[in-house]
Nanobody, 120 residues
Framework: QVQLVESGGGLVQPGGSLRLACAASGSIFSIYAMGWYRQAPGKQRELVATITSGGSTNYADSVKGRFTISRDNAKNTVYLQMNRLKPEDTAVYYC??????????????WGQGTQVTVSS
């Protein structure tokens, strides 16, 4: 069994910064891509950023130049540094990981989500 636990969400003023973290634990042989998605009220879940095991990154156009995704493979942890936050960044942020367990099939895992609210 694989668990993803997010941390770092909260309330921040427009223009401020937050750093999210997501740690994967449990039955893990290797982790391929990791990423962050978000879902605002009344909207579909959307991709924010992804990062491969080799460090290649991909960002949604709406966050390019403001958000930075990174990972620590030794700690099975992915981070999202969010700068110059805007009210439209308000959403529940979910961590995602493509995991190969040692004894079962490769699968897609999700965290429970962490709320980010950008408001004055």
């Amino acid at each position: 069994q694989v668990q993803l636990v997010e941390s770092g969400g909260g309330l921040v003023q427009p223009g401020g910064s937050l750093r999210l973290a997501c740690a994967a634990s449990g039955s893990i042989f290797s982790i391929y891509a990791m990423g962050w998605y978000r879902q605002a009220p009344g909207k579909q879940r959307e991709l924010v950023a992804t990062i491969t095991s080799g460090g290649s990154t991909n960002y949604a156009d709406s966050v390019k130049g403001r958000f930075t995704i990174s990972r620590d493979n030794a700690k099975n942890t992915v981070y999202l540094q969010m700068n110059r936050l805007k009210p439209e960044d308000t959403a529940v942020y979910y961590c995602n990981a493509d995991v190969q367990p040692p004894m079962t099939a490769r699968g897609d895992y999700w965290g429970q989500g962490t709320q980010v609210t950008v408001s004055s």
